[in-house]
């Protein structure tokens, strides 16, 4: 059997001396993508990083691709996850095409430059993010929605088999939201890759993912399919305010009473 692209037993998250996520028994299979949801400071982005191999557990054991994740090098960790955090920061001056090359690293020897295949990549990339033709831009004259584009780009580029997105939809215009969310889709879809991504709508990660984690901020987290967990009951009960659902279809709504 293939192992899961991300296995977490009975994972203890802690910060600042609370549990946030008491013992988590969680996988993720090729294909399949995961919405995070909860309130603010429950806990989603410190699980994303601690499930990205990125901050120690407090308890149980995380596996990536099978292997412990604790065990494995960042190169060889790159090549397995890629993960997108909040902010983005750019301490030394690069262009456009130079900071999407990035996304290639963790695919070269120590003295390997990039081939002119790795060029191809990081184009191909751009464009998925309607950033082509800013090739030779510095990235510091971008803005944040651009910059935020850049660094999906990056990810794209490093062609992992599973992504861990924090708040991919930040600093991004509707139009570029359901552009990245439909990018993602279709690497599930056709290349097979698990994405898990912390959203801030119910309705997209209904629209858009197959299962979601609900965090409670005192421990508890819910896990299940999207139809299950995503419902105008479970939603007031997780932001402790009355959501009415709307059904369209297949699709839902979930707008606050």
Not at 27 to 34: C, D, L, S, T
Not at 44 to 50: C, E, I, M, P, R
Not at 147 to 161: D, M
């Amino acid at each position: 059997m293939t192992a899961p692209l991300l296995e977490a037993r009975r994972l203890r998250v802690d910060i600042g001396g609370t549990t946030l996520v008491a013992a988590l028994d969680f996988a993720i299979a090729a294909g399949e993508r995961v919405a995070i949801l909860g309130r603010n400071g429950a806990g989603k982005s410190t699980l994303l990083t601690t499930l990205a191999g990125l901050r120690r557990p407090a308890a149980g054991s995380l596996l990536l691709g099978g292997s412990d994740a604790a065990a494995l090098s960042p190169r060889q960790a790159a090549l397995r996850r890629a993960w997108l955090g909040q902010f983005q920061s750019d301490p030394f001056g690069s262009t456009v095409l130079e900071t999407a090359l990035t996304g290639r690293h963790p695919h070269l020897g120590r003295w390997d430059w990039e081939s002119r295949r790795d060029a191809e990549l990081a184009r191909g990339a751009l464009d998925a993010v309607g950033l082509a033709g800013l090739e030779a831009r510095p990235v510091h004259t971008l803005s944040g929605g651009e910059r935020q584009r850049l660094a999906i780009a990056t990810l794209l580029t490093q062609a992992s088999p599973l992504y861990l997105l924090d708040e991919p939809l930040s600093h991004l215009d509707l139009n570029h939201q359901m552009a990245v969310l439909e990018l993602f889709a279709g690497a599930a879809r056709d290349c097979g890759a698990g994405v898990i991504m912390v959203l801030h709508d119910p309705a997209l990660a209904h629209r858009y993912c197959d299962r979601a984690l609900l965090l409670q901020g005192d421990g508890r987290v819910e896990a299940g399919a999207v139809d299950a967990l995503l419902t105008a009951e479970r939603l007031s009960g997780l932001y402790g305010h009355a959501v009415r659902q709307i059904d369209d279809g297949d699709r839902r709504h979930f707008v606050p009473e």
